[in-house]
């Protein structure tokens, strides 16, 4: 068990650019999620799959936020056209499909934009 | 709207002593109450969690005591370390569904 593991851990962009982030879930959990965390506050519920399927977005994902998780393995998060508000860590979590309400935590990846 | 209530927002204690960390909630939907530890630059890390139909949980120095009627719940942890010193954010869950999160409380353990 590996654990879940993000890429990459830092990302500086200038606003305006566009990021990808990656997230590798602990093996054979089928369920995905993605939180953002801003300094001093707690995770926040973007977006969840299970497998390939996207079951719930947060109204925190706006349009410019996408996520896919094409194969129910790996999963991105995409945000276009960066504004420096998206500047917060963001979180990728599995848990297994027995106990899906235990969520394991990735790194995460810090983003700043500029 | 906070759907669970974390207090106090920082705590200081000497090595040793029992630091107590409380949540409330509202939703009495939620059937899962998970607390995360946080060092910094961190992602969070499942600690311990409990169900509404226990009172009590223990897991090494780490229990939780949950209040079903009053909709609370709290940490507690027996002789804190200085390695103990994190943030701990409690949370509660909807079967099959998202987190929601506490505000979390900054823990210092003073050696």
């Known amino acids: 068990d590996t654990g879940v593991s993000q890429n990459p851990r830092h990302k500086i962009t200038k606003r305006g650019q566009n990021v990808t982030f990656r997230c590798d879930p602990i093996?054979?959990?089928?369920?995905l999620y993605w939180y953002r965390q801003t300094l001093g506050q707690g995770p926040e519920f973007l977006t969840y799959f299970q497998n390939e399927a996207q079951l719930e977005k947060s109204r925190l994902l706006s349009d410019r936020f996408s996520a896919e998780r094409p194969k129910g393995s790996f999963s991105t998060l995409e945000i276009q056209r960066t504004e420096q508000g998206d500047s917060a860590m963001y979180l990728c979590?599995?848990?297994?499909?027995?106990?899906?309400?235990?969520?394991?935590f990735g790194p995460g990846t810090r983003l700043l934009v500029l | 709207q906070q759907q669970v209530k974390q207090s106090p927002q920082s705590l200081i204690v000497q090595k040793g002593g029992i630091p107590i960390i409380n949540c409330a909630y509202e939703?009495?939907?939620?059937?899962?109450f998970p607390w995360y530890q946080q060092f910094p630059g961190k992602g969070p890390a499942l600690l311990i969690a409990i169900r509404p139909d226990v009172s009590e949980k223990k897991e090494g120095r780490f229990t939780i005591s949950f209040n079903k009627s009053a909709k609370q719940f709290s940490l507690h942890i027996m002789d804190s370390q200085p390695g103990d010193s994190a943030t701990y954010f409690c949370?509660?869950?909807?079967?099959?569904?998202?987190?929601?999160f506490g505000a979390g409380t900054i823990l210092r353990v003073k050696s």
């Open positions: 093996s054979e959990h089928n369920r």
């Open positions: 949370a509660a869950v909807e079967y099959g569904n998202k987190l929601v």
């Open positions: 979590a599995s848990s297994p499909q027995a106990r899906q309400e235990t969520q394991y």
């Open positions: 939703n009495t939907a939620f059937d899962y």
